[in-house]
């Protein structure tokens, strides 16, 4: 089992910046690829951001491409998320989720972690 705690969420203006953490820990060594998703009240969750955990290679949707970097820490189990140039639309539920080899769909998340953006 893999457990993820993310934290950093919080409230900001719109313009403004966040940043991301979540630690995995239990047998995080089994983790191939780890990533962000964000569920806004009344829509269903969506992708934002991944990396893979051998190569480091990233890949982002487009909404959030240029504002937002995905990194990993490899020593401490950790991927952040910085959120640069924040938008009222990117008001959302965020969950760090964990995917294990030959895994097709993320198999382990976090609980979430509120990031609200005012106008």
């Known amino acids: 089992q893999v457990q993820l705690v993310e934290s950093g969420g919080g409230l900001v203006q719109a313009g403004g910046s966040l940043r991301l953490s979540c630690a995995g820990s239990?047998?995080?060594?089994?983790?191939?690829?780890m990533g962000w998703f964000r569920q806004a009240p009344g829509k269903e969750r969506e992708f934002v951001a991944s990396i893979s955990w051998r190569d480091g290679s990233t890949s982002y949707t487009d909404s959030v491409k240029g504002r937002f970097t995905i990194s990993r820490h490899n020593a401490k189990n950790t991927v952040s998320l910085q959120m640069n140039s924040l938008k009222p639309e990117d008001t959302a539920l965020y969950y760090c989720?964990?995917?294990?080899?030959?895994?097709?769909?993320?198999?382990?998340w976090g609980q979430g972690t509120q990031v609200t953006v005012s106008s």
């Open positions: 239990g047998r995080s060594a089994a983790i191939a690829t």
């Open positions: 989720a964990a995917k294990t080899p030959f895994a097709i769909v993320y198999n382990y």
